[in-house]
C-alpha cells in the first residue's frame, strides 16, 4: 500500500507524537509498504528519505513546539505525485483539516489517531483560566465525522471518544504505540554499567535503587510534582538513590533549580537528551519507572519501561491507568506528594513483592511489538480501503 502519515509535528522535536508516527512509519516499511511522512520543517532538522518537509509559521510556539503552515501549496503538489491508498492523520487541527480536503477532493478513505489531550495542555500553559473540557468534544465531533476510522492508543481514549465525541462504536479501534525490538533485549552487562555509571552497586548488603523518568520537561508533564514527592521520599528513605532524569525541555532550569532548594541535587541526575537506541538500556536498568504525567493518551515511555520488565509508579490518570495495574505491573496513586512517596517508600523497603512487579512489566510489554502494531494498522487500512466494515473495537493486540 502507499500510505502518507500527516503530522504537526515530527523529528527533531522529542514527544510522544513524533515518536510513534516514526515508529509506525518504521514498522509500515518493514511490512514492505510505501510510506510518506509529511511533517513541518525546523531550522535543525536532517534529511530523511519519505519525509516531505512543508512550511512553518511561527518556529517556536507553546511549549517549544512549531506552528506549521497547513496552507502551504508544497503538500498538494507533493501528494499528487504519489497515488496514496490512504490518508492516516495525527492531529484534528491544522494538517488535520488540510487531510480532510484532500482526502475528500481525491476520495482516498481517511485514518485519525487521537493521541493527544488538548484541553489538558491548554489548562497547564493557562494556568487552568481557558477551559476546553467541553470545546475540544464538539470539535473532534465534528472533525471525526470526516474519518472513516479512527484509532485511540488505549481503552480508555477509546471509551472517552465514544462517551464525549459521540464517535460511532464500529469506526473506533485501538493501536498503541509500538515498542522497538531493542527495548526487549538489553543485557546484564549493559544494565551493569548503566548502574555502574550512577554509583547503584551493592553497598552493604543492599543494593541501592535506581529509578528512572523519561521525559519532555515541559509544565504538562508534572515534574515538578516527581520533585517534591522524591523530596519527602527521601526524608523517610534515609539512605542512598539516585534518580536519572532523561529528557530536556523548557522548563529544565526550573527542575534543576528545584532540585537545588529541595536539596536533592546529588540524587538526581539530569543526563539531557539520549538517542533512543541508548533509552532501552537505562529502562532496563532502573528498578523503577517513575512518571507523573496526567496528559497522556497512552504514555509510550511507560510502554518502554515495560519491555525492560521495570515495574511503573505513576499517577491515576488517562491514558496510563489503561497500562498500569497496582500489583500486576506497577502502583498507581492519586495526586499527591504523601501517597506517591509512601508508594516509593513501599517500594524501595521491599515491602512490594518487586521481582512480581518486574515479571509482569515485561509480560505486559510483549504485546507492543512494533510490528505486531504495524500489521493491526494495515489489516484495518486494507478493510477501509475495500469498503468492509471492520469489527467493533478491533485492534486488541497480542503478542
Do not use: W
Not at 482516498?108 to 483560566?129: A, N, Q
Not at 541526575?269 to 537506541?277: D, P
Not at 518502554?304 to 498507581?332: H, K
Amino acid at each position: 500500500m502507499r500510505i502518507a502519515l500527516m503530522t504537526n509535528n515530527y523529528k527533531p522535536m522529542v514527544g510522544g507524537v513524533p515518536i510513534s508516527i516514526e515508529r509506525l512509519k518504521r514498522g509500515l516499511e518493514s511490512c514492505g509498504h510505501q510510506v510518506t511522512v509529511f511533517a513541518p520543517s525546523y531550522e535543525e532538522q536532517e534529511q530523511e528519505e519519505n519525509v516531505f518537509r512543508y512550511a512553518t509559521l511561527v518556529k517556536k510556539f507553546i511549549g517549544g513546539i512549531v506552528l506549521p503552515n497547513p496552507f502551504d501549496l508544497k503538500i498538494e503538489k507533493e501528494f499528487k505525485k504519489h497515488k496514496f491508498d490512504v490518508i492516516h492523520v495525527h492531529h484534528p487541527m491544522l494538517i488535520g483539516r488540510t487531510a480532510v480536503y484532500l482526502s475528500e477532493k481525491y476520495n482516498i478513505p481517511l485514518v485519525f489517531t487521537y493521541h493527544t489531550r488538548y484541553e489538558k495542555y491548554v489548562e497547564c500553559y493557562t494556568k487552568g483560566i481557558a477551559k476546553l473540557d467541553r470545546v475540544m468534544p464538539l470539535y473532534l465531533h465534528t472533525f471525526l465525522k470526516h474519518c472513516d476510522f479512527v484509532f485511540a492508543p488505549t481503552a480508555g481514549m477509546r471509551d472517552y471518544l465514544v462517551r464525549d465525541c459521540k464517535v460511532p462504536a464500529h469506526r473506533l479501534g485501538i493501536l498503541p504505540t509500538g515498542i522497538e525490538e531493542r527495548n526487549y533485549r538489553v543485557t546484564e552487562t549493559e544494565k551493569n554499567r548503566i548502574r555502574e555509571q550512577y554509583g547503584c552497586g551493592i553497598r552493604g548488603c543492599e543494593q541501592i535503587p535506581l529509578l528512572l523518568t523519561v521525559s519532555r520537561l515541559a509544565q504538562e508533564k508534572n515534574v515538578g510534582f516527581l520533585l517534591e514527592s522524591l523530596a519527602l521520599f527521601k526524608s523517610r528513605y534515609r539512605k542512598p538513590f539516585r534518580m536519572i532524569v532523561v529528557g530536556d525541555g523548557p522548563d529544565r532550569k526550573v527542575y534543576e533549580r528545584l532540585c537545588g532548594k529541595l536539596e536533592l541535587t546529588e540524587e538526581v541526575v539530569f543526563t539531557g537528551m539520549l538517542a533512543n537506541e541508548e533509552t532501552a538500556a537505562y529502562f532496563a536498568a532502573a528498578d523503577a519507572f517513575c512518571f507523573a504525567s496526567k496528559t497522556e493518551t497512552q504514555g509510550i515511555v511507560v510502554l518502554e519501561a515495560f519491555a525492560g520488565g521495570t515495574p511503573v509508579l505513576a499517577l491515576r490518570a488517562s491514558g496510563v491507568e489503561d497500562l498500569v495495574s497496582t500489583g500486576i505491573n506497577g502502583i498507581l496513586t492519586a495526586e499527591d506528594k504523601e501517597l506517591y512517596a509512601n508508594a516509593l517508600l513501599d517500594f524501595c523497603e521491599g515491602r512490594t513483592d518487586r521481582s512480581r512487579l518486574s515479571e509482569n512489566a515485561y509480560a505486559s510489554g510483549l504485546q507492543y511489538r512494533e510490528e505486531t502494531v504495524a500489521k493491526e494498522a494495515v489489516r484495518v487500512y486494507n478493510e477501509i480501503a475495500a469498503g468492509r466494515p471492520i469489527p467493533i473495537y478491533s485492534g486488541a493486540l497480542r503478542a
